[in-house]
């Protein structure tokens, strides 16, 4: 009898936990489905014709496949004045982005790696000053970053926008690599000093080896923060050296002729494409990279 009066407890335990797990799983979804109705608007109004947007359903497929929008979008159609896509100013940003990414990472790791584990007096301090940093507001910083790029000749190029980037950037990296590298052991660097190993030495032979994961961190987190400014591009850029979303901006905001609301949401989806593309791919990598260091020893 004693054995039989714990069973349908048992099951009934059971089928609260599955009815629980099928609730989330609902909720899960409903929560997905609102926040991809708006993707989903953005890639059917691309493929549909201006006819078809008028007379249709915002929500519903597309009668008749075109990707004549696209093709707009990318490469421009002289109609009225607006005869440039995409094509040029998205080149533009990956010009921005890899140098920008790459240099503002390998700074940070560099400043991470002497502020955790080259203790020496002000260090607290400096780091304190570039954590500050971090919380600048962008347009603080636009008048004199303005001035310095004209003194060095650089203002209005992708150059000086790679500038920009970087030095707003290292705080951020700095950061990153310092939080991680507080989390290996004193003693490794210890080690090598004792055995001849240098300041660089230990850096590229130990650390750098370590750092996959929180450089994949920063490399995400910098070159989304670079590929969908718009501040920075508009206030320190000029014709033929814009980025992507300030030509994108120019594209949505024309007044002139009929409003082609395919075209510009097939814009917004290129304009978008690459920081997406990245968090698809990589996107694992970055939530393990977050947690990573983040319990020492």
């Known amino acids: 009898m004693t054995e039989l009066a714990h069973p349908p407890a048992q099951k009934s335990g059971a089928f609260g936990k599955v009815v629980l797990r099928w609730v989330l799983y609902i909720l899960l979804c409903l929560f997905a489905l609102y926040y991809l109705m708006p993707l989903f608007v953005m890639v059917t109004t691309s493929l549909k014709s201006l006819e078809e947007i008028r007379t249709g359903s915002l929500v519903a497929l597309p009668r008749e496949v075109t990707f004549d929008a696209w093709k707009t979008a990318w490469s421009g159609a002289c109609t009225g004045i607006q005869c440039e896509g ?109 055995d001849g190993a240098g300041f660089f030495r230990i850096f590229w032979s130990i650390f750098l080896p370590l750092s996959l994961p929180i450089i ?46 395919n075209v510009d949401m097939a814009a917004a989806i290129i304009a978008a494409a690459p920081t997406l593309l990245v968090y698809i791919v990589a996107g694992k990598y970055f939530i393990r990279g977050l947690t990573a260091g983040s319990v020492k020893g």
């Open 216 to 261: 994949v961190v920063t490399v995400i987190w910098q070159f989304t923060q670079i590929w969908n400014d718009f501040l920075f591009g508009v206030s320190f850029s000029q014709a033929g050296t814009q980025p992507v979303t300030v030509a994108l901006n120019n594209i949505v905001n024309s007044t002139t002729g009929v409003k082609e609301y």
């Open 86 to 194: 995409l094509r040029p100013y998205f080149w533009n940003s990956v010009l921005l982005a890899v140098p920008a990414v790459a240099i503002s990472t390998f700074i940070g790791a560099l400043n991470g790696y002497v502020v955790a584990q080259w203790r020496f007096a002000g260090a607290n301090i400096i780091f304190s000053l570039m954590l500050f940093g971090c919380f600048i507001p962008f347009q603080v910083v636009l008048l004199p970053m303005a001035r310095l790029l004209g003194l060095m000749g650089i203002a209005g190029t992708i150059p000086g926008l790679i500038f920009v980037h970087v030095i707003y950037g290292i705080g951020f990296t700095t950061l990153f690599f310092r939080n991680y590298y507080v989390s290996i052991p004193s003693e490794l660097t210890k080690a090598a000093k004792v």
